[in-house]
């Protein structure tokens, strides 16, 4: 009898930002991300400059923590939820825990998007749900082989999960996911008319 199994398995991790750390109250956190994207002139003129839809505070503000208490709470559940991946990722941190590098706003409007990219120089990255409207688009995951099959034949529509070349992960409010760095991964076109709010992060080693 054929004996099939699965190697180089790619992990992603989805739990309710609660399960660790101090309480977060959802509704606080986007007014905080309101407030500093309202006040970030900095983070609005990069955004114009280079097109890009919303509000991120990616290249402008490198210390929510300081600036709002709730963010600095958010850091602590954060680094709960990043060593507990890391362990289930039997990673071997020889004594060095993986520490937070870049914690960012990201608000995402109306036909907004957020294109396939990667998170370089990093461990771990992940986003936490903020606002997630109605027809906010999920997020979007692409097998990291991709660029290696070659001749290969696309995979059917109705094929396992684990075997497909994309996957889409719809989170909800209060929800963190964390994936290897390595991952390729998207946003979509927002087709709500509200506003996709998330906060998203890098986690280093050393």
Known sequence: MAQIESLFVTRLYRSALATHGPAVDPAELEASCWSIAEDDEAGQ??????????????????????RFPIFADLVK???????????????????????????????????????????PHSVISGTTY????????A??????RSSRMMAAPPRRKDARRGLQPFVYVAPEVGEVLLWES???HEVPMNMSEKDRISVSFNFGWG
């Open 130 to 137: 903020v606002a997630m409207p109605e027809g906010a688009s």
């Open 139 to 144: 997020l979007k995951l692409e097998d990291p």
């Open 77 to 119: 559940s954060l680094d709960a939820h990043v060593a507990a991946f890391a362990e289930e990722l039997d990673f071997d941190l020889d004594g060095k825990p993986l520490r937070l590098e870049d914690l960012w706003i990201n608000i995402l409007p109306e036909g907004g998007t957020h294109s396939s990219h990667i998170h």
């Open 182 to 184: 390595w991952l390729r």
């Open 45 to 66: 003129a990069w955004c114009a400059e280079n097109g890009y839809p919303g509000y991120t505070s990616y290249a402008s503000l490198t210390d929510l923590p300081w």
